[in-house]
């Protein structure tokens, strides 16, 4: 996507700009959380500390990582979701054999903590009157609809549109054809947590009132050692408690399945851009073999970073994961969301009006972060505190605004600029997608310019002792080379983005069949 970038409006700050970000978005929003979730599930099942459980997860998780490269992210990921898919079909199908769906509409609203009961004087631990709904108050509720239909919108068109980790696997597609259609499958799959996992979070609250919805400092320290609440062990709760022995451990397989997917496919796609989007700017004349290396480095330094991190995700957002990771890519990824949408639609967006924009919307959302960090929502029953912009903008009314203000900028300083000639910009807009004619580059990077085979192929030839083969075979910085001449006709039928007849009519029927299913479970909940 950085490269995107580059080609789109030259140069080569707004390029590194986004591959910095990317990194920061990956360990605050992906690796920190992940590892978290991962270490809480470990210390539930197994009592182990939650850094002995976290160091555990990622020495797990880095081995096939490091030694398989992208083409182990892809085909560990794929056997994972089937693995995943089944067992927490399972686990519904426990839970709602525990607490059937009609009397979980009911037995929820009575899931009230003891200590509540025992204080009638208190607000804390009754469960929220719109728990089944979608669309809730736009003022005063927790995830407010206007927040919901626009401000998520936002951050998912940044993830599932522009984020490294997902647009990777797009590329690596064969064809158009393909890529749509893991996309189109992708969607279906994204229904399913409603039904995997909300409604069984929900009866874990049923079943275990006292834990799950413990309303003062001291029960939560005594269920999950956490003073600001529990909630984020309801699913790990309910696979210890509800199944069965064997497949309690089945169970346990697929979340640590999930988490270390994730992970894999998070290393991968960071050192991807650290190697390419800013090591090769820091050293052009870089060899194959050392790009391979610093991108494992890099995975080990962000694994460590993330680590340090975790107590302020503890700690963020009343110690709701779901809250942290929407507030944070509220407050970052609205700028990317903005200029992407911006490059795609309009070709006279040029690379002073890309730059600036993200430079405001960056400025504009780390002052709302820091104060969030700053100014910690208070507690139940305690007076906010907190000035009027963290206590009464909510992070989904705050992504909204800064996607607005990026939007505005970009095009405002784009207008006052000179344009990019139209021969630069073939294939890269909507309106251009279709051209077949040859495209100039606005600039050459550094990296490109640089030409290291001859090194390489004196390196080649030398005599490589036994541990620099196991080296080599270990990270996958072997010498051996993959033929690289193809001729113009099988590079154009790569790069094409045409489809055939049947294939288009299928995906649309997929994807209209998706969009319908999506709008009846939205009305049906809203």
Not at 66 to 93: F, K
Not at 320 to 333: H, K, W
Not at 454 to 466: C, H
Not at 512 to 518: I, N
Request: negative net charge; charged residues 15%.
């Amino acid at each position: 996507m950085p490269e995107y970038l580059r080609k789109r409006f030259g140069g080569q700050r707004v390029r590194v700009y986004l591959a910095c970000l990317a990194l920061l978005l990956s360990v605050l929003t992906k690796v920190s959380v992940d590892m978290y979730a991962g270490a809480l599930f470990i210390q539930q099942a197994l009592g182990w500390n939650l850094y002995v459980a976290i160091v555990s997860l990622l020495l797990i998780t880095a081995v096939y990582t490091v030694a398989g490269g992208l083409a182990a992210v892809i085909y560990t990921d794929a056997l994972q979701t089937l693995i995943m898919v089944v067992g927490s079909a399972i686990l519904m199908g426990l839970s709602f054999a525990e607490v059937p769906y009609s009397e979980l509409q009911v037995k929820y609203f009575q899931a009230i903590p003891n200590t509540t009961l025992e204080n009638p004087e208190t607000s804390c631990g009754y469960p929220r009157e719109d728990a089944f709904h979608i669309f809730r108050d736009p003022l005063n509720s927790d995830l407010p609809w206007p927040g919901m239909v626009f401000g998520i919108t936002i951050s998912s068109i940044w993830y599932w549109c522009t984020d490294q980790v997902i647009v990777q696997r797009a590329l690596a597609a064969k064809n158009l054809s393909h890529a749509k259609g893991g996309c189109v499958f992708a969607g279906f799959l994204k229904i399913l947590p409603l039904f995997l996992i909300v409604f069984p979070g929900m009866i874990s609250r049923v079943l275990f009132v006292d834990q799950v919805a413990c309303a003062t400092a001291d029960t939560c320290m005594d269920a999950c050692e956490s003073e600001v609440g529990c909630t984020n062990i309801a699913f790990p709760l309910l696979v210890l408690e509800v199944m069965p022995v064997g497949l309690r451990g089945l169970m346990i397989a697929v979340m640590l399945s999930a988490l270390m997917s994730s992970l894999t496919s998070i290393f991968n796609s960071s050192s991807t851009i650290f190697t390419i989007d800013i090591w090769r700017r820091i050293r052009p004349r870089a060899s194959e073999a050392e790009l391979m290396i610093i991108g494992r480095i890099f995975i080990l330094v962000m694994c460590v970073i993330s680590i340090l991190w975790i107590p302020i995700i503890q700690a963020a957002q009343g110690g709701r994961l779901f809250d942290y990771i929407q507030s944070i890519t509220s407050y970052l990824a609205p700028p990317i969301c903005a200029v992407f949408i911006l490059a795609v639609a309009w070709w006279r967006i040029n690379e002073q009006g890309a730059f600036w924009g993200l430079m405001c919307g960056l400025l504009v959302g780390l002052i709302r972060m820091i104060l969030d960090f700053v100014y910690l929502a208070p507690g139940c029953d305690e007076e906010d505190e907190r000035p009027s912009v963290v206590a009464d903008v909510h992070y989904l009314y705050f992504g909204i605004l800064l996607f607005g203000i990026t939007g505005i900028v970009t095009i405002v300083v784009s207008l006052m600029t000179q344009q990019i000639d139209k021969k630069f910009l073939v294939r890269l807009t909507w309106s251009t997608r279709f051209e077949t004619a040859e495209r100039e580059e606005i600039s050459v990077s550094e990296h490109e310019m640089e030409e290291t085979n001859e090194k390489e192929d004196d390196y080649a030839e030398e005599e490589t002792s036994f541990p620099r083969k196991v080296l080599d075979w270990f990270c996958g910085t072997g010498n051996k080379r993959q033929a690289v001449d193809e001729d113009q006709t099988s590079f154009t039928k790569d790069t094409s983005i045409k489809e055939g007849h049947r294939e288009k009519i299928i995906l649309n029927i997929g994807a209209v069949a998706l969009m319908c299913t999506s709008v009846f479970f939205w009305a049906y909940y809203g």
